[in-house]
Every structure is written in C-alpha cells, then in structure tokens.
C-alpha cells in the first residue's frame, strides 16, 4: 500500500461507480485496505436482531467505505476535483499543493 493523498476531513468527489458525482466528507480513512468512507455517500442497510446490547433491533443505515482510487480531493479554491502533489513548506514540512491550481491545500482540523 503507497501512501493516500486524502485524509479525514477532506472533501471529495466519487469518480467511479453508482455513487459517481456524489461529494462529501471523509469520515475514516483506513490505509491498509485503501478505503475511505464519505458522509452520506454509499449508504447501505443492514437488517438487525434484537439482543440484549441492542433491545430495539431493526434496519441500521451506514455508509460503507469506497475504495480510494475511486475519489478525488477538491481544491477549497476552486471547488474542483484535482490531483495532489506533496512539496516542502517554509519550515520544512510536507504539504499538500493542488496540481491543477498550484494552491496548499490546508490541513483540516
């Protein structure tokens, strides 16, 4: 596994898929399996059984995760999906540039 580009918080496009168009947030980001899960996006149901942790039971909604190469980063400036490109900042450390604007693309806290 290489290294993701995106990271919790970010906001993202669906490229690939039936979710294809959709944007939203990134919520989790797991790097070995290179998937992310985006709010409100794929979401799926899964029908529950009542148990003693869970009395009511019922049909539970949650996004699923997409896989990585499968979205793309939008650039806060420009409100368009681009690539990133990793530079050295003023003190050394890594940031994140948009390829198609040449803007940082800030950390999301």
Do not use: C, W, Y
Not at 8 to 36: H, M, P, W
Not at 54 to 67: C, Q, R, V
Not at 72 to 83: F, G, K, N, W
Request: aromatic letters at 0%.
């Amino acid at each position: 596994m290489g290294k993701m580009a995106i990271r919790r918080g970010d906001r993202v496009r669906v490229l690939r898929g039936n979710q294809r168009g959709r944007e939203g947030t990134v919520l989790r980001v797991d790097r070995e399996k290179n998937r992310v899960v985006i709010e409100g996006v794929n979401v799926r149901k899964r029908h529950r059984k009542p148990s003693a942790i869970d009395p009511e039971g019922g049909i539970i909604s949650f996004e699923a995760p997409l896989h990585a190469s499968n979205v793309m980063l939008i650039d806060p400036s420009s409100d368009e999906p681009t690539r990133i490109r990793k530079q050295a900042g003023a003190e050394g450390e890594s940031e994140r540039v948009a390829v198609k604007s040449g803007r940082v693309i800030p950390k999301v806290k």
